[in-house]
């Protein structure tokens, strides 16, 4: 064979079984790339917040922004998402004409990537993101809340957001529901599921309308009946 030549060169190379120490060295250095991808864009964020607090970042998919916005469209009052990750949501809030939209982030590089969609899609000077533990954001002027966080945390934002949003405030919860809150309207099926919430009084879950929240036309949207506080 002549050695100098690329094609059987290539040939030769592809038919080589790589040894043990090869894929060994190979998947080190996988690992290696998903831990400095994690320190960079997770770690950040995590080392200022209590362990039970902490929530990794998993983006929304389009269905999630989707439904979301079905359930908050239309309302008056400011818009927050809490844990704001890449800024979707409130980018896509903001351009469905809930305004103000803001997004609370802890990690910095997620609010610069945030800030960069928006300054893609020609927002920049309109949404605004904020590098803030969520834990630490007053919801007192807040009248629509959207949270996609870990069940894990949700009994102690419950608490956050029974003491702190303001009477007719409206909170979304995407992949998982609020443990103890009766949901006023539900859109979606398995992970692209989200529940809607209304605050009325000093309580949550309850229309101030007195009827049931109507959701998108879709064969996956219920609408769920009143329930008294």
């Known amino acids: 064979m ?3 030549d690329p094609a059987e060169a290539l040939t ?4 080589r079984r790589p040894s043990l120490l090869e894929l060994l060295q190979v998947a080190t250095g996988s690992g290696l790339v998903a831990y400095t991808v994690w320190a960079l864009l997770l770690q950040p964020g995590f080392r200022r917040v209590p362990l039970k607090l902490q929530v990794p970042y998993i983006g929304a998919s389009a269905r999630q922004v989707e439904h979301v916005l079905s359930l908050l469209r239309g309302r008056p009052g400011k818009m ?3 844990g704001s990750g890449d800024g979707r949501i409130v980018l896509a809030a ?4 809930l305004r103000p939209a803001v997004g609370y982030e802890l990690n910095p590089w997620l609010v610069g990537l945030a800030r960069l969609h928006a300054w893609w899609a020609g927002c920049s000077g309109s949404v605004c993101y904020h590098r803030k ?8 002027d807040c009248h629509n809340v959207s949270v996609f966080l870990a069940p894990s945390v949700l009994p102690l934002l419950e608490d956050k957001l029974q003491k702190e949003l ?3 405030a409206r909170v979304v919860s995407g992949r998982f529901p ?3 809150w009766q949901p006023v309207a539900v859109v979606g099926e398995g992970v692209d599921r989200v529940w809607a ?7 949550p879950a309850v229309s101030s309308c007195g009827v049931p929240i109507k959701a998108i036309p879709e064969s996956s949207s219920t609408s769920l009946p009143r329930t008294l506080g």
Do not use: F, I, M, N
Request: charge should be negative.
């Open 197 to 203: 919430y209304d605050v009325h009084g000093a309580g």
């Open 2 to 4: 002549d050695h100098d």
């Open 12 to 15: 030769a190379v592809r038919e």
């Open 133 to 140: 533990d969520l834990w630490k954001v007053s919801l007192r």
């Open 166 to 168: 303001p009477a007719g």
């Open 94 to 97: 903001h351009q469905c004409g």
């Open 80 to 82: 927050v998402d809490l």
């Open 178 to 180: 609020l443990p103890t």
